[in-house]
């Protein structure tokens, strides 16, 4: 089995012709569907074959290179991305978020200068996800370093998102780290990565003390 089955990824089936197969697999995108599906692939196949290969490449590429960061977890070509290897940020300061998208938007934002620990997802235990599964004990690691003064947390305004911000609170007491969460701004059950860069930036720059 290779390992892109073993993954779960589409693999071609036998009698399938090309366009079928790529009609399916674009549908591992987020939010496409079969009629999505088949837009992307025509547009590309009638109007735009050297796009086509360029996306191609563009992911083969993706694929082969990037990775997580050794620190922080975000996505990195490196062993340590850009952020974490930048001296010019606060390294006091660790950041909690979700996703790699989290730290895009705050770093678009451009309202914070320290640095980050990317969960890759939140508490759900109905779904099988426990803190191992999240980098919990990865957390307490840097925690138990003593080289984080503030923990902010950043996870998102959901069930799953409190129940991630209580369990990081229980690390942060546990090795006398001083906790603060981002504050006014974020609707309840928004994602970071869709709240504007002006309401981020308010939300931010007024976090509070987590209790």
């Known amino acids: 089995m290779s390992p892109s089955s073993q993954q779960g990824q589409p693999q071609q089936d036998s009698g399938e012709d090309a366009l079928q197969y790529l009609l399916r697999t674009l549908q591992v995108l987020p939010g496409v569907g079969q009629r999505s599906a088949q837009r992307m692939a025509l547009h590309l196949l009638e109007r735009n074959r050297s796009g086509a290969r360029e996306l191609a490449a563009a992911l083969q590429l993706a ?14 070509v490196t062993e340590l991305c850009g952020i974490c290897r930048n001296q010019n940020r606060d390294q006091s300061l660790c950041c909690v978020v979700e996703t790699p998208a989290d730290v895009m938007a705050l770093e678009h934002a451009g309202v914070y200068s320290g640095r980050y620990f990317v969960l890759l ?79 981020l930036a308010l939300a931010f720059n007024h976090r509070l003390p987590m209790r």
């Open 121 to 199: 997802g939140r508490l759900s235990p109905l779904d099988g996800i426990g803190p191992e599964q999240i980098g919990m004990a990865e957390l307490e690691q840097q925690l138990a370093a003593n080289l984080i003064s503030e923990l902010i947390v950043a996870t998102n305004a959901s069930i799953e998102g409190e129940a991630t911000a209580h369990y990081i609170r229980e690390l942060a007491s546990r090795h006398q780290v001083e906790l603060t969460r981002i504050a006014q701004g974020v609707p309840s059950g928004g994602d970071l990565e869709y709240v504007d860069k002006n309401t």
């Open 63 to 76: 694929m082969s290179e990037v990775r997580h960061c050794r620190q922080c977890r975000n996505l990195a």
